[in-house]
């Protein structure tokens, strides 16, 4: 997330959210957007190497996550573009940027790439809870209601992973 020393100075534009409110935004977006990005390629990652009994449907699930994930990107890149901000999406923003652990890249099996997926998915869901609260109270409920959404997305995606665990096991 920016910190406040390396604000971006708003770029022109007629969209009425206060500046004040533009700013908190874009700097919360930021942080969805390297977060979001580093969780797509962590699903990738899954996706292309999974490997056990469940392959298929591990396989398929991851996919349908990452396009999720990628869809949501887009918008959250956007959303700050029109906000004023310029949206960072290289991969060495990415790289500083991101609040997920590295993913590891010796997993094989199905059941250890879930294990390794719920947590991060469950910081990004926290994550973007944490930004409704700030740009809510910043005074943009527009960026709140894509963060909303998003939220909501990843919460299905969780339980989806949670649900291939043993019932005493998710928490
Ligand atoms: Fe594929």
Not at 11 to 35: E, F, H, M, R, W
Not at 74 to 102: S, W
Not at 137 to 149: H, N, Q
Request: net charge negative.
């Amino acid at each position: 997330m920016a910190k406040k020393s390396d604000e971006p100075k708003l770029l022109k534009t007629n969209n009425d959210v206060a500046d004040n409110a533009k700013k908190v935004s874009i700097g919360v977006l930021q942080g969805c957007l390297s977060d979001a990005i580093d969780l797509t390629n962590a699903t990738r990652q899954a996706h292309w190497n999974v490997k056990g009994a469940h392959f298929s449907a591990l396989h398929a699930m991851f996919e349908t996550f990452y396009n999720q994930l990628f869809e949501g990107t887009d918008e959250i890149a956007e959303r700050i573009v029109q906000l004023g901000g310029i949206a960072h999406g290289t991969t060495q923003t990415i790289g500083a940027g991101t609040r997920l652990e590295p993913y590891p890249t010796e997993l094989l099996a199905g059941m250890d790439h879930v294990r390794a997926l719920v947590p991060r998915y469950a910081k990004v869901a926290k994550t973007l809870r944490a930004g409704i609260d700030e740009t809510t109270e910043a005074g943009d409920a527009d960026t709140a209601d894509l963060l909303t959404g998003q939220s909501r997305t990843i919460d299905k995606a969780l339980w989806m992973l949670e649900a291939h665990l043993e019932p005493d096991s998710a928490a």
